[in-house]
């Protein structure tokens, strides 16, 4: 079993629609939470960023950690086209910080 | 200012060639990643350097791959006799050193291996 858990998709929602995207995972010693964004062939894109558990909030994108269901999850409001790209979930434990162990991503079509 | 670059953005070499594969960091990031992205794999990391203090080299796997930093700045990943399986995409990403967590990623090298 993965320590990260993504479903791969594809999620295809028409424009306008709020998505939810989501990860699980097994190592209870995570505590830095990373969401990244990915388009074709380019490298991935930081988006959220999260310590423990709680919510974040960045214009149409929020984040989430729930560490007792070990379960973290990335909405997005109002969603775009130009929002179709891959979603990877990434997570590191304080000991280790810089050692992020990712998802294997979502990949999300937003149609016009 | 600008991003974390790489050279070069793709590269295609016969089986047992050696590749090198360049980073170049966001300025004033001390801290330097290397990760492996494959289909079905997902991203893997590889090493992780910090200024002066020796690389965690645990992500590499096999003495067929190394990595080196001159001047606290570029690094190079090397893979020595490549193999099929090493074709993938080798990403690089740079932090500051007190934000290791949050780290900024470069477009990647595409690497097949014939």
């Known amino acids: 079993q993965k320590e990260v858990e993504q479903d791969p998709g594809p999620l295809s929602v028409p424009e306008g629609a709020i998505v939810s995207l989501n990860c699980t995972y097994s190592?209870?010693?995570?505590?830095?939470f990373m969401w990244y964004r990915q388009y074709s062939r380019k490298g991935p894109e930081l988006l959220m960023y999260t310590y423990s558990s709680g919510n974040k909030e960045d214009g149409r994108f929020t984040a989430q950690v729930d560490k007792s269901s070990k379960y973290i999850s990335l909405f997005i409001r109002d969603s775009q086209p130009s929002d179709s790209a891959t979603y990877l979930c990434?997570?590191?434990?304080?000991?280790?910080?810089?050692?992020?162990?990712f998802g294997s991503g979502t990949r999300l079509l937003v149609r016009p | 200012g600008a991003g974390v670059s790489q050279s070069p953005s793709n590269k295609v070499t016969e089986k047992g060639k050696d590749v090198e594969l360049r980073c170049d960091p966001i300025s004033g990031h001390t801290a330097l990643y290397w990760y492996r992205q494959s289909l079905g794999q997902g991203l893997e990391f590889l090493i992780y350097f910090q200024g002066n203090s020796a690389p965690d080299k645990s992500g590499l796997p096999s003495d067929r791959f190394s990595a080196e930093r001159t001047g606290g700045s570029v690094s190079t990943l090397t893979i020595q006799r490549t193999q099929q399986e090493d074709s993938a995409v080798y990403l690089c990403?740079?932090?500051?050193?007190?934000?290791?967590?949050?780290?900024?990623f470069g477009p990647g090298t595409r690497l097949l291996v014939l």
């Open positions: 190592n209870s010693a995570f505590q830095y």
């Open positions: 990434a997570m590191s434990a304080l000991d280790s910080s810089y050692k992020l162990i």
């Open positions: 990403a740079s932090s500051w050193p007190g934000q290791r967590e949050t780290q900024y």
